[in-house]
């Protein structure tokens, strides 16, 4: 009775400690290439083709995606193309004017003939419409990013499994941004 | 003829565009202001404190250390409730099931076969710990640390038994998926494990509809079915399913001597607790021997099998990688290049890359995917083996006793057990029981 019982726990603590070897083995493995801190998911601008697939695909309702504005790349022009619809009547605040569905877009006069543009990120959608336009008419100042105050950080990104560019990868969490950087840097970001 | 030239016009058109859409270009120059205007800073909040996710290692040990002392030392299965009840608010609903140690097995896929991603440590962890505990204390993890388990725990109301032969056979499938699993993330085309996650919509409260249907199915279903999720899906289960089975210690019925008093025998909502083999009818033992030898022996059969068979369906596994998948949609449909209400091909068409540079990229995954096919299958044929191999391996046992593969280590029967209880009912029907 007790020899048997000997036997079982023999074979047992044999495939445990081969199991937990193996673990080990494993670990030991894949632990020469660990890094210290976590990714995270963010947008690279010059990948974006502005789809709007941001808007809809991400876990979150709204988008932890939003717009962000590089001011130092922005012409701040009178006819803005990420502000204005094409084909607008007249270049005021109506709402028929405006290409932002949200109305996420602040415009403000500075002086004779500039115009700051300021994103509401409380209503910014992520839509990229503003994106889109402000790259094909203007410097390309309007570009999308991960708000990382929002995103939950999910281990399978939703968004970037759709984007059609591949332009959302990891990066590091110590360094969470692909903001544009102004001529000056090029386009190294 | 006029459908090439509409086409070339496309492809021109999407050049064009694609430049103008990805271009920073200074068509405007930067204004030199006259008024005292200070350019506003682009803000940049930043993620969550780096030190958190230690903090939720720190959280994950706690947790199972605790239980492991509730288990063994306090016997108390409402300790355990409380631990399991906070590992939900914790794990669940404030760090919203990510991280996770059941999608953690993917990160390791993709950090073994992509040199281009390196495994966070915290993530390594929450792959670890669980399996480490495992292998000395049982499946801690799912008793108390897994959000996912503990939502479906805490909402059994009356389960019902399981037929053997429907629990074995449906017990495969999680072997299956983290193989699927481990493919899909090796070749690094989905986390399949997280995108079919059922209760993340829950702790998120919002995701896609159907996965919210999903969810709240197998909720309903495990009011009944007690954790099915854990049962009969859960790929990290599967692991720790075999780790558990060779585990240094384990949670006991009873504290001392079992005393067959059958009170435990239909506490367990997951049919985890193995009767004593003389309620079984015990088989000849001679056809046994034969059997054994013949399921051995098919084993290497079944490896084979297994791995000619999914390496041969290389073509369809592979379908759910993105270049695969809009490689076949152009090569099937040329035409559809010059479409434009579909966003992918759209964009590709305006990416600049060739038709037979994407077909060399979907070569090399299918590639991946026939060679990883036939790990996969032959993984696939040695657990179809061995669960075979298994039935007919004779056990006595005089006992009731856990089985450590499927126990939980939720501690719902040692509520049951009478043995070191003076006061429980059991005792009172029969007054020579009083000194056990």
């Known amino acids: ?189 | 003829m006029i459908k090439n030239v509409t086409g070339y016009f496309f492809v021109l058109f999407f050049v064009c565009f694609s430049f103008i859409a990805h271009a920073q270009q200074q068509r405007f120059p930067k204004p030199e202001f006259e008024t005292e205007y200070q350019m506003p800073e682009t803000s940049s909040p930043m993620p969550r404190a780096p030190f958190m996710e230690y903090v939720d290692v720190m959280v994950l040990i706690l947790v199972m250390g605790v239980t492991i002392w509730l288990i063994f030392k306090k016997r108390s299965r409402k300790g355990i409730f409380w631990v399991a009840v906070f590992a939900l608010l914790y794990f669940g609903f404030y760090r919203q099931g990510c991280i996770c140690a059941i999608g953690a097995v993917q990160n390791l896929a993709l950090g073994i076969f992509n040199p281009g991603y390196a495994i966070p440590i915290s993530a390594l962890a929450f792959f670890v710990i669980p399996l480490l505990v495992t292998l000395f204390a049982g499946r801690i993890f799912c008793a108390s640390a897994c959000p996912l388990g503990v939502i479906q725990d805490i909402l059994i109301v009356k389960p019902i038994k399981i037929a053997p032969w429907i629990q074995k056979t449906l017990g495969l499938f999680p072997f299956i998926y983290l193989g699927l699993a481990v493919l899909y993330a090796a070749t690094g085309t989905d986390f399949i494990i997280c995108r079919y996650d059922p209760f993340i919509g829950i702790f998120r409260m919002g995701a896609e509809f159907h996965m919210i249907v999903l969810g709240i199915s197998f909720l309903l279903m495990g009011m009944f079915v007690a954790r099915p999720y854990c049962r009969f899906i859960c790929p990290y289960g599967a692991m720790l399913n075999i780790g558990s089975r060779f585990s240094k210690n384990h949670l006991s019925i009873t504290p001392k001597e079992c005393i067959n008093c059958k009170l435990c025998k239909d506490s367990c909502p997951f049919d985890a607790i193995d009767f004593p083999t003389e309620e079984k009818e015990n088989k000849p033992v001679k056809s046994d021997t034969r059997r054994f030898l013949t399921y051995a022996a098919m084993i290497p059969l079944l490896v084979v099998l297994g791995g000619w068979a999914v390496s041969a369906s290389y073509k369809t596994l592979s379908k759910a990688h993105s270049d695969v998948s809009l490689a076949n949609l152009l090569i099937a449909n040329p035409e559809k290049m010059s479409e434009t209400d579909n966003l992918d091909i759209e964009t590709f068409m305006a990416s600049g890359r060739t038709l037979e540079m994407l077909m060399q990229d979907a070569t090399l995954v299918q590639e991946k995917f026939r060679k990883g096919g036939w790990w996969l299958g032959g993984f696939i044929g040695l657990v179809i083996g061995l669960t075979l191999l298994n039935q007919v391996i004779y056990r006595r046992r005089d006992i009731y006793e856990a089985n450590r593969g499927n126990c939980y280590s939720c501690g719902r029967c040692m509520e049951y057990c009478p043995v070191g209880k003076p006061d429980h009912p059991y005792h009172q029907l029969d007054p020579k029981n009083q000194n056990l």
């Open chain 1, 1 to 189: 009775m007790t020899k048997r019982i000997d036997r079982r726990n023999f074979i047992r603590g044999c495939a445990r400690y081969s199991l937990g070897f193996g673990l080990a083995g494993v670990v030991g493995f894949v632990a020469k290439d660990t890094i210290a801190g976590e990714w995270v998911w963010q947008i690279d601008p010059f990948k974006c083709t502005s789809c709007g697939r941001c808007a809809t695909h991400c876990v979150l309702n709204p988008s932890a995606v939003k717009c962000v504005h590089a001011y130092a790349l922005c012409g701040y022009c009178d006819l803005c193309g990420g502000y204005l619809k094409p084909g607008h009547i007249s270049r005021d605040t109506a709402a028929e004017n405006m290409l932002c569905p949200t109305d996420a877009i602040k415009r403000k006069y500075v002086e004779e003939p500039y115009y700051e543009y300021k994103i509401i990120e409380e209503l910014c959608i992520g839509c990229a419409k503003c994106v889109k336009g402000c790259s094909a008419f203007g410097n390309g100042s309007l570009h999308l990013q991960i708000r990382h105050d929002l995103c939950v950080n999910c281990n399978e990104c939703a968004i970037a499994r759709v984007c059609p560019s591949d332009a959302i990868s990891r990066v590091p969490k110590t360094d969470p941004y692909l903001i544009k950087g102004d001529f000056n840097k090029g386009e190294d970001v």
